[in-house]
């Protein structure tokens, strides 16, 4: 790989880690409002699919090795297998789908409705469904809880984010 390729893997990555950290509880869920979503969104947008995988696969495990780069400064086997687990597990496979079908032209609206329709699902699924099965709540039980509140939220995100990949040059 050549030195900018990895440049932008490794600061994208630093940038993961670091966005872990601008979070905040809601007193209702084991879930926090963070930025982390708005900075997958825009790696997910930014690079080519291969190293959109790559980056979230060295996130997961930095995290899983010990290191604070999950939300809220926490790590380890632990959270991966907690009741938010399933939503750090989604992110490899729902932002590499995105750099896959991000499309060729850049333009907000190609990024923003894209990543909408692919990320928010794909996250969602896999965080509901692993917090439904680590929890063992039913699913009308789980949707208040893990993803009704945090919509409107990853909604703006995607749209920032799609703003922001539009607007930076690599």
Request: one cysteine or more.
């Amino acid at each position: 790989m050549e030195a900018r390729r990895l440049t932008k893997m490794a600061l994208l990555t630093a940038l993961l880690c670091i966005s872990a950290y601008i979070s905040f509880p809601l007193p209702f869920s084991p879930a926090m409002v963070t930025a982390l979503t708005l900075v997958a969104t825009l790696t997910g947008l930014l690079l080519q699919p291969k190293d959109a995988f790559i980056v979230f696969i060295v996130y997961v495990l930095l995290g899983a090795v010990g290191l604070p780069v999950f939300v809220g400064g926490t790590a380890g086997l632990g959270k991966l297998l907690g009741p938010t687990g399933g939503f750090i597990f989604s992110w490899p496979i729902a932002y590499t789908l995105l750099s896959v079908f991000k499309g060729p032209k850049k333009s907000f609206f190609s990024y923003a409705w894209r990543s909408l329709v692919i990320t928010i699902p794909v996250v969602y699924l896999f965080g509901v469904v692993g917090f439904m099965i680590v929890t063992k709540t039913e699913l009308w039980a789980a949707l208040p809880v893990v993803m009704f509140p945090f919509i409107p939220g990853d909604i703006v995100k995607c749209l920032v984010a799609s703003w922001l990949a539009t607007k930076i040059k690599i």
